[in-house]
């Protein structure tokens, strides 16, 4: 599975987007990116996932560069809920498996 | 909808003794499960995969007589923790992988986890 770099923590203020970046230079063809938080002391909440286009839900956007090696995951009005460490895996074919990684610690600031 | 529970959400026991954690998709059926286990400070460890009536594939380094993993149903699946001592204890989370063919098949969902604490 390819591996995923992420920068170890962000600050984001209350109300504005937070941006995370995920760079995965590694990644297949056949492998999705996703994104999963981690609030502490519970279990990792999907957030949102994609292959190659831009994908939206009512949580975040996605933003896949078109050589896929790198996304965004943006949260367009951050709240002090968003506080949580954000995991962006690369995962796909037989397996399925999500690896994690140390991912980034989102702190939004009141 | 994909809601994926765990039982209990915390347990404490005494070296020696055995510890069944269950985990169940609510509302999908899941034909693999996988189990984590998360220490403190730490990210989460993949332990096993479980496929529905097969043989879990246990990552490398994990105890597969340690940690026995049982998909009976596509709905259930549990993980014994057997002659647990305090070195096992942690944070241990489930998810589900949807069936073929449902919205689910590409996303794998959490349940809470299980907070063990052996004495």
């Known amino acids: 599975d390819a591996k995923t770099t992420q920068p170890t923590s962000m600050d984001c203020a209350e109300g504005r987007a937070a941006n995370l970046p995920c760079n995965h230079s590694t990644i297949s063809g056949n492998e999705y990116v996703y994104w999963y938080r981690q609030i502490h002391s519970q279990g990792p909440q999907y957030i949102i996932h994609g292959l190659k286009n831009n994908e939206t839900n009512e949580m975040a956007s996605l933003i896949i560069t078109e050589d896929r090696k790198s996304s965004t995951l943006i949260l367009p009005h951050a709240t002090l809920r968003d506080t949580a460490v954000y995991y962006c895996i690369v995962a796909g074919g037989a397996t399925n498996k999500l690896i994690f990684g140390t991912g980034t610690l989102l702190a939004v600031q009141p | 909808g994909a809601v994926v529970s765990q039982h209990p959400s915390w347990v404490i026991c005494k070296s020696g003794t055995s510890v069944k954690i269950e985990c169940r998709s609510l509302?999908?059926?899941?034909?693999?499960m996988f189990w984590y286990r998360q220490f403190p400070k730490q990210s989460l460890m993949l332990m096993a995969t479980?496929?529905?009536?097969?043989?879990?594939?246990?990552e490398q380094g994990v105890e597969k007589d340690k940690f026995l993993i049982n998909h009976a149903s596509l709905t259930l699946s549990t993980l014994t923790v057997t002659s647990a001592h305090p070195e096992d204890s942690s944070f241990y989370i489930c998810s589900a992988y949807g069936t073929s063919g449902s919205w689910y098949q590409e996303t794998q969902y959490f349940g809470p986890g299980t907070r063990l604490l052996v004495l």
């Open positions: 509302d999908f059926q899941a034909t693999t």
């Open positions: 479980s496929n529905e009536g097969s043989k879990a594939t246990y």
